[in-house]
């Protein structure tokens, strides 16, 4: 799908790349806003998500080889406690060191979050 570009009036959904020919996409049912230049969803800079990939790809392969943990903590900007995803790795002198990947979802993630494609039908072969 190509990347989408900021317009005042965008032609293509931001998400399903889907002609536009009025206020929401008839394809995906996203309502379009005119400015989408700070959308997260439409918009993300290919080097940011080339670093997310990157990050994805380490948790995966702790996932594979076991060494995946889950964690509480505190985050440091509003001194909340959270679940903390992080990787295990050998430190030195024996040590274990945790590398954090991510906090878990607080409350439900289908309320706190637009899911990408979640009104695309499936496509029949």
């Known amino acids: 799908m190509p990347t989408p570009t900021s317009t005042d ?24 806003e005119s400015n989408i230049e ?3 969803v439409a918009v993300m800079p290919p080097e940011r998500l080339a670093s997310y990939q990157t ?9 594979d080889d076991g060494n995946l943990v889950m964690v509480t903590t505190i985050r440091k900007s509003d001194r909340a406690t959270v679940a903390l995803v992080c990787g295990v790795q050998a430190g030195p ?20 979050f637009e899911i990408p ?9």
């Open 9 to 32: 009036s965008p032609s293509h959904c931001p998400r399903c790349d889907a002609p536009l020919d009025s206020e929401s996409c008839f394809t995906c049912g996203r309502e379009i």
């Open 93 to 112: 002198n024996n040590t274990l060191e945790l590398v954090p990947f991510a906090v878990m979802c607080e409350g439900n993630p289908y309320d706190d």
């Open 55 to 63: 990050n994805f790809d380490t948790l995966q392969r702790a996932a």
């Open 38 to 40: 700070d959308d997260p």
């Open 117 to 125: 494609f979640e009104h695309e039908q499936p496509t029949s072969s």
